[in-house]
């Protein structure tokens, strides 16, 4: 049985990764930054514990022998970003914890990493719907709450490179749109100031049969994938013996007008369906594409989930909220909103 140690591993991707490859058969040590996940964990039949990435020494604590791949998912976020954080955060978690990471691996002898990059390294070529390519200039953009954050993602980058041509650590990079599924958390942060994610202000709407307003030109795309699509692709990852470089993670995308009449026909009742008015006067959305004929290619990746399917299973995860234990309920964060 491979052995997989996945780091991040209670946040909103890690644990879903380490459900599906413990489903797959790999041994998976599940690694967060507290004890948060322990139950479920030990309920999944995964083993767990917690570290701190910035502290080289805490990497003692994982398995010294026969990982396979390590996933790393750890370190800080924008959306989660309280304006009281210090930006320092950043390169502690994401340069440091990369560098600890690496070295980690080296000492143990596992030459396969995993790790996400950020969209807005592509920042520069967004505005049209032609699909970019993974390999197209990464760009650090120089403002907004992404800025420091993707310096270092891209800095991070630079340093699996130089691990892959000094050590032999092949790096396996995911450059990551929105990523779709289920949390019980509405909102996110955006420059520390909280706002509700507008899919769930849609969603919420919807519900209640009230109007829904499409914004701009209808026919913008937008790119994102199902988190099971996701994790197609971080298995296929995982099992290759080939695989390397930057690969672009998404599903082909969707535009605004079907987004939005997707969540009319999942969300709304027969007795209360919303009706729809298009505002070509609001501002229109920010679109891009990603080119995933890479991904396609090189690990056999095949798109199963449409923009629907993914509505249908999010709608299921808020009525079943399987992961309640580990990132509480919606109702422990309503009253969030209400200040």
């Known amino acids: 049985m491979k052995r997989v140690v996945v780091l991040g591993a209670t946040g909103t991707l890690g644990l879903p990764i380490c459900r599906h490859l413990k489903e797959k058969g790999y041994e998976v040590i599940a690694v967060g930054h507290n004890g948060a996940g ?10 767990s514990t917690a570290i701190d990435i910035t502290r080289k020494e805490d990497f003692d604590l994982l398995p010294q022998e026969n990982v396979e791949c390590v996933i790393q998912f750890a370190g ?11 930006n320092t955060m950043y390169p502690d978690t994401i340069i440091c914890g990369v560098i600890h990471t690496l070295d980690y691996m080296r000492k143990i002898g596992c030459r396969k990493l995993i790790f996400p990059q950020s969209v807005y390294d592509l920042h520069h070529l967004f505005g049209t719907p032609e699909p970019i390519s993974p390999d197209a200039e990464r760009v650090n953009p120089l403002e907004g709450d992404h800025s420091i954050y993707v310096i270092c993602k891209n800095a991070a980058l630079d340093v699996i490179s130089y691990y892959e041509n000094t050590y ?27 706002r509700v994610k507008s899919e769930r202000i849609l969603i919420h709407k919807a519900q209640k049969g009230e109007t829904l307003e499409i914004w701009g030109d209808p026919k913008r795309v937008l790119e994102s994938v199902c988190v099971e699509d996701f994790l197609q692709i971080v298995e ?53 594409l990603l080119d995933i004929e890479k991904t396609k290619r090189e690990l056999g990746y095949v798109p199963q989930y449409t923009w629907t399917d993914y509505l249908k299973k999010l709608k299921w995860h808020m009525e079943n909220q399987p992961n309640r234990s580990v990132w509480g309920a919606f109702e422990d964060y309503y009253h969030l909103l209400e200040r």
């Open 38 to 47: 322990r139950e479920l964990f030990q309920s999944l039949g995964i083993a």
């Open 76 to 86: 800080a976020l924008p959306a989660m970003m309280k304006e009281e954080n210090d």
């Open 168 to 194: 032999g650590i092949k790096g396996i990079i995911l450059r990551l749109p929105g990523v779709y599924q289920y949390h019980p958390k509405p909102f996110i942060l955006i420059n520390g100031t909280m």
């Open 236 to 288: 296929k990852c995982v099992s290759s013996e080939t695989a390397r470089g930057i690969y672009n993670v998404g599903n082909g995308g969707s535009t605004l007008e079907e987004r939005i009449l997707g969540i009319r026909e999942v969300f709304c009742t027969k007795d209360h369906i919303s009706d729809i008015v298009y505002r070509p006067e609001k501002k229109d959305c920010t679109q891009y």
